[in-house]
């Protein structure tokens, strides 16, 4: 049982570059969730998605984009690279809305 | 006022020592909360759900204010294996999801 699966660990991108943030789950969680942490910060919600084909927005979704169009994978899209973008980003999922989430080891991304 | 507080320390104490970490939330519908664990570059783990009677998992020890929009977190006979960054989560704000402090972080030295 993998739980939820990023990729890549690392990446470095040029400003302007885009790139996609995978994330796969295989404990067939409805809800799936994308944070950033900065240094010394707590986690901040980017996105959400409460089901297969539901998305929405949470603390800080400029520049970012998601989808999900399967209830195992929810990909987090960058599309022009700032270097305010540099952070770990941790994808999440949970069975509802009780209990805690299970987190993915985070993908470091540094904008140069 | 943060929604989440905590004292982001760091915390550093002997083996063996007895710990407290604090968390104040200021949503007052809040309905679930944890402690997550985590490690230097590494994910958070959940560490304990909190209960409203308080609640024990080993060394670790759970409690919660609602009246004071409190929750601790106390860890007795520490060991080196604790020292990590201490993560007090609430579930609330507009959507209903977790909303996660900043962290406190423990040094168990030897």
């Known amino acids: 049982n993998a739980g939820v699966t990023q990729t890549p660990k690392f990446r470095i991108l040029k400003i302007g570059q885009s790139m996609t943030l995978q994330c796969t789950q295989d404990?067939?969680?409805?809800?799936m969730y994308w944070y950033r942490q900065d240094p010394g910060m707590g986690l901040k919600l980017i996105y959400y998605?409460?089901?297969?084909?539901?998305?929405d927005k949470g603390e800080v979704p400029n520049g970012y984009n998601v989808s999900r169009s399967t209830t195992e994978d929810f990909p987090l899209r960058l599309e022009l690279a700032a270097p305010s973008q540099t952070s770990v980003y941790f994808c999440?999922?949970?069975?509802?809305?009780?209990?805690?989430?299970?987190f993915g080891s985070g993908t470091r991304l540094t904008v140069v | 006022r943060k929604e989440v507080e905590q004292d982001p320390g760091p915390f550093n104490v002997p083996e063996g020592a007895t710990v407290a970490f604090n968390c104040t939330y200021s949503?007052?519908?809040?309905?679930?909360f944890f402690w997550y664990r985590q490690d230097c570059r590494k994910e958070p783990k959940l560490l304990m759900s909190?209960?409203?009677s308080g609640n024990e998992d080993g060394r670790f020890t759970a409690q919660l204010n609602r009246a004071s929009q409190y929750i601790s977190l106390l860890i007795r006979d520490s060991k080196l294996s604790d020292s990590a960054t201490y993560l007090c989560?609430?579930?609330?704000?507009?959507?209903?999801?977790?909303?996660f402090g900043k962290g406190t972080k423990l040094s168990v030295k030897p």
């Open positions: 989560v609430v579930r609330g704000g507009s959507q209903g999801n977790l909303i």
């Open positions: 999440a999922s949970s069975l509802d809305t009780t209990g805690g989430y299970t």
């Open positions: 909190v209960y409203s």
């Open positions: 998605s409460v089901g297969a084909g539901i998305t």
């Open positions: 949503n007052s519908a809040s309905q679930s």
């Open positions: 404990m067939n969680h409805n809800y």
